[in-house]
């Protein structure tokens, strides 16, 4: 059981370049989140998925697009890479109709944008 | 929104001795608190949670307390072990689709 797949598990951009981060579940999970972790700052939700053609927006969505085609995955775009936008990347899933339950992660995906 | 506040942000102990790392929320809706245990280079595990119908949960050496009045919680782990060091997170949960993060603690264990 692979859980939650991330990739790439690293990636350098130059400013204005655009890239998708990619993000797999196998666990039949509704409910997807991608987070950015920076130091002090712990880790902020950017867009978060209910189920399959439905998204919204977290706390920092600014900068980034999601779209939900499938219960599996749930990918990240960066239009336009800005470095402020150098960070680590997580996705994570859960199930159980998304209310209290747990939230399983992926390895992360490090970004520097340059 | 919810916010959580973490403390302290590291923690150095010896091998044997307790640690203890306390979170406040603001949102008194939030009824859902996970802990979870960030290993280098390795994605949060969750390690532990407590619902706000519940005042402790123990599982092995470590425990959850919630205080729903005063808005804290914290987590316990007993007769620390070098395989605990890693960055723990609390986290609240007032809606079905957010979770808030705290910012973390270091816990460094000590030989």
């Known amino acids: 059981n692979a859980g939650v797949t991330q990739t790439p598990k690293f990636q350098v951009l130059k400013t204005g370049q655009s890239m998708t981060l990619q993000c797999a579940q196998d666990m039949n999970h509704e409910y997807m989140s991608w987070y950015r972790q920076d130091p002090g700052m712990g880790l902020r939700l950017i867009h978060y998925?209910?189920?399959?053609?439905?998204?919204d927006q977290g706390e920092v969505p600014n900068g980034y697009n999601v779209s939900r085609s499938t219960t599996e995955d749930f990918p990240l775009r960066l239009l336009s890479a800005a470095p402020s936008q150098t960070s680590v990347y997580f996705c994570?899933?859960?199930?159980?109709?998304?209310?209290?339950?747990?939230?399983?992660f992926g390895q992360g995906t490090r970004l520097t944008v340059v | 929104g919810e916010n959580v506040e973490q403390h302290p942000s590291t923690l150095s102990v010896q091998e044997g001795d307790s640690a203890v790392i306390k979170c406040t929320y603001s949102d008194s809706a939030s009824n859902y608190f996970p802990w979870y245990k960030q290993e280098l280079g390795k994605g949060p595990q969750l390690i532990i949670d407590?619902?706000?119908?519940?005042g402790e949960k123990k599982d092995q050496r470590i425990a959850v307390t919630l205080n729903k009045t005063a808005k804290h919680f914290s987590l316990h782990i007993t007769e620390t072990q070098p395989e605990d060091s890693a960055v723990y997170f609390c986290?609240?949960?007032?809606?079905?689709?957010?979770?808030?993060f705290g910012t973390g603690t270091s816990l460094t264990v000590i030989p």
């Open positions: 998925s209910v189920g399959a053609g439905i998204t």
């Open positions: 986290a609240a949960n007032p809606t079905g689709n957010q979770f808030y």
């Open positions: 994570a899933s859960r199930g159980g109709g998304s209310t209290n339950t747990e939230a399983f």
């Open positions: 407590i619902r706000s119908n519940v």
